[in-house]
């Protein structure tokens, strides 16, 4: 009997809690997808010269860049996974993140709008060869990519604030995982247009 008042008592929280719609986890797994391609095709066939090259002092290299996207990937979705969806839910944030999507991968590429990196995602050199960074960034996104197509979590009920985008929900912080890659491949790509970049 006490088994059968558990279940029933739990019934609400269950019946209130929501799970992402097929067409939220379809446009998260596509944009993942395709930044994850980006990524890989942006570092295809790059020397270990044009890996290296600085346009400055002050610029970062492709190895700099392709270091930030490899960890941020995976500190943005221990964000996510480990603090966001730990906390508790607060339905009545809705209306302050509703419909911040299209803004936020929007403003992710305009380059024109700088920001420095926090410490902890700046570059020291944590893998010693562009094929372990790459090993790690696949698996990394590979997660994340499955965990978006697979969870039952009530992403869209629980927040963490952003410095520019102000209150997000666990899905746009998903969706910020993509978009923050795909300013930074821009970056990456910045790097090869620089007037003396390696031609080999």
């Known amino acids: 009997m006490k088994k059968i008042l558990s279940v029933v008592a739990l019934l609400p929280a269950l019946a209130g809690a929501e799970t992402l719609t097929q ?102 050199n944590r893998w010693k ?3 372990e960074l790459i090993d790690h960034f696949k698996k990394s996104r590979d997660n994340t990519i499955a965990y978006v197509q697979t969870t039952q979590e009530d992403l869209r009920s629980r927040f963490a604030p952003h410095p520019v985008f102000q209150a997000l929900d666990a899905y746009q912080w998903i969706l910020l995982i993509s978009g923050h890659s795909e300013r930074h491949i821009l970056q990456l790509n910045e790097v090869k247009q620089a007037a003396g970049y390696p031609r080999k």
């Open 129 to 131: 060869t562009p094929a």
């Open 23 to 124: 067409g939220e986890r379809d446009r998260a797994m596509s944009h993942l997808h395709a930044t994850r391609k980006m990524f890989l095709d942006s570092l295809a066939g790059v020397s270990q010269s044009q890996w290296a090259y600085k346009p400055a002092p002050e610029v970062w290299s492709i190895a700099e860049v392709a270091e930030h996207i490899a960890v941020s990937e995976e500190s943005l979705f221990a964000l996510v996974t480990k603090k966001i969806m730990a906390g508790p839910s607060e339905p009545d944030k809705k209306t302050e993140a509703a419909g911040k999507e299209e803004r936020l991968l929007k403003a992710l590429v305009d380059r024109s709008q700088k920001a420095q990196a926090p410490e902890f995602l700046r570059p020291t």
